[in-house]
């Protein structure tokens, strides 16, 4: 198993930039896949980007095309960390945002990550 907190939000204006984290604990990080998901109230829980985990594939990124060429994922394996570096942030990316983690391949269903952290507020003024 793998338990997730993540850390980071905050308010930023418009344009601005976030960088949030995702801590893991367990030891074979490196063996999950990782997710961002996002929600606002009322609606369902979004896609925003993944990565993959170790082997033929490793390291590939996936990103919904709302935040392609504004959001970077980035995992570090040795320190247990996902990240989402977050540039030109717009009031639309107002949102609770969750890292997700699977045994596998990155998919871009919520459905199919098993473990879940808590989430991290981000707010968004313009």
């Known amino acids: 198993q793998v338990q997730l907190v993540e850390s980071g939000g905050g308010l930023v204006q418009a344009g601005g930039s976030l960088r949030l984290s995702c801590a893991a604990s367990?030891?074979?990080?490196?063996?999950?896949?990782m997710g961002w998901f996002r929600q606002t109230p009322g609606k369902e829980r979004e896609f925003v980007a993944a990565?993959?985990?170790?082997?033929?594939?490793?390291?590939?990124?996936y990103y919904t095309d709302s935040v392609k060429g504004r959001f970077t994922i980035s995992r570090d394996n040795p320190k247990k960390t996902l990240y989402l570096q977050m540039n030109s942030l717009k009031p639309e990316d107002t949102a609770a945002y969750y890292c997700?983690?699977?045994?596998?391949?990155?998919?871009?269903?919520?459905?199919?990550?098993?473990?879940w952290g808590q989430g991290t507020q981000v707010t968004v003024s313009s």
């Open positions: 990565i993959s985990s170790i082997g033929g594939s490793a390291g590939i990124t």
């Open positions: 367990g030891r074979t990080f490196s063996s999950y896949s």
């Open positions: 997700a983690a699977r045994f596998g391949g990155a998919k871009m269903t919520r459905n199919e990550y098993a473990y």
